[in-house]
């Protein structure tokens, strides 16, 4: 299932789902890494705090902006409660950005005991040294979810403890650091509008040269929806190492408040990709998830360019990749619902468009 943090219906946290991970790093083997611990302690030291006035409650939203520097490999956000100053607080959140291994730990810290790491994320490192950034997090019922320069990048599930109890947000190791917390009704607030799926008069049409260029973990508007007897033609290339993906037809364009996902198509590969066929997993979420459809009918090869079409039928949704039939899941919805697509993980789309499916091949 998505990135959501929730469990899905096999009973197994999907958080890890599209995983970038890296080797766990602890106080133990800093001294591996590829900095000083001197440069380590001046990150630390460089601090930036703001105590909470009120709690943080669902649709909190704190904003921190600054520029990481050459001479501060390593800078936090941490969301904590407790003493602040002796080092030893409770932290709930800890979002350690690490410029030289170019990826983000998240983690929890309770009775100055770490947690397990975190690292997976919907899209590639964006921070760069000297650049500077904005990182938007809103805090959710059961998780925080963050966002770097209006794209999303990952969420966490609260542990304990909880960020609804913070006193306090701190930002480390960066000089410029500025902290905004607020109210908000959506998020990413710094989202830009999301673009609009074109319609073409076949499958076979060729491209218009005004048609939009596609980025990974892509949010498109369907504003007419999918009409009875058309389909959602996604044509793109797949990660060599191939873990998993999953196309969402939503009711609306946005990550927060949570849209309603009217079919949520899921391919996994995971550790397997050298199986002839990978598991297909069907499903929807409104409110929660429902009882999944699974079955290994997907034939697809790491690292190649590949064909998805959702097929709107009757009373169904039809899947094919390269004209392969993979997957149908009953409309749980009003299938005149869907207003916007959403593609997560390693299936990079370079062509998604709409058009009448009646002129597609066909095969069992």
């Known amino acids: ?6 469990r899905c219906g096999c009973g197994a946290f999907c958080r890890r789902l599209f995983c970038r991970s890296r080797p766990p790093e602890t106080k133990e083997n800093e001294e591996n890494l590829p900095v000083s611990l001197s440069q380590l302690a001046e990150a630390r030291d460089v601090k930036f705090t703001q105590t909470l006035t009120e709690p943080l409650s669902i649709g909190s939203h704190i904003i921190c902006t600054g520029t990481p520097s050459n001479d501060l490999p390593w800078f936090a956000v941490n969301i904590g409660s407790g003493d602040i100053d002796s080092g030893r607080g409770d932290i709930a959140v800890h979002f350690n950005v690490r410029l030289p291994q170019n990826y983000v730990v998240r983690n929890t810290r309770r009775h100055n005991k770490w947690g397990p790491e975190e690292t997976t994320a919907f899209r590639l490192f964006p921070f760069k040294t000297d650049h500077p950034f904005t ?11 963050w966002a770097v320069d209006g794209i999303q990048y990952c969420s966490y599930a609260h542990r304990n403890p909880s960020p609804l109890t913070a006193e306090w947000v701190q930002v480390t190791g960066i000089r410029d650091a500025t902290l905004q917390i607020q109210k908000t009704d959506i998020f990413p607030t710094l989202a830009p509008s999301p673009i609009e799926v074109p319609i ?17 973990n892509a949010i498109a508007s369907l504003s007419t929806g999918i009409p009875e007897g058309h389909q959602l033609v996604i044509y793109g290339r797949l990660r060599p190492l191939l873990h998993s993906f999953a196309i969402d037809l939503m009711d609306t ?16 590969a995971y550790f397997e990709s050298q199986r002839e066929r990978q598991l297909v997993v069907l499903n929807a979420w409104l409110g929660e998830w429902g009882p999944e459809r699974r079955q290994r009918t997907a034939r697809l090869i790491p690292g190649s360019r590949t064909t998805l079409r959702i097929v709107r039928q009757p009373a169904d949704w039809a899947v094919y990749a390269d004209d392969l039939l993979i997957g149908e899941l009953e409309f749980r919805a009003a299938a005149n619902g869907v207003r916007a697509v959403r ?13 009448p499916a009646t002129s597609s091949p066909i095969r069992d």
């Open 253 to 268: 364009a946005r990550e927060w408040p949570r849209p309603n996902v009217l079919a949520h198509v899921n391919v996994r």
């Open 343 to 355: 593609i997560r993980g390693d299936l990079y789309p370079e062509q998604m468009y709409l058009c």
């Open 1 to 6: 299932m998505v990135c959501f943090g929730d």
């Open 200 to 216: 073409r008069p076949s499958v076979d049409s060729p491209a218009e040269a005004s048609e939009p260029a596609w980025q990974p």
């Open 135 to 145: 990182i938007e997090i809103v805090v959710d019922e059961k998780e925080t979810l």
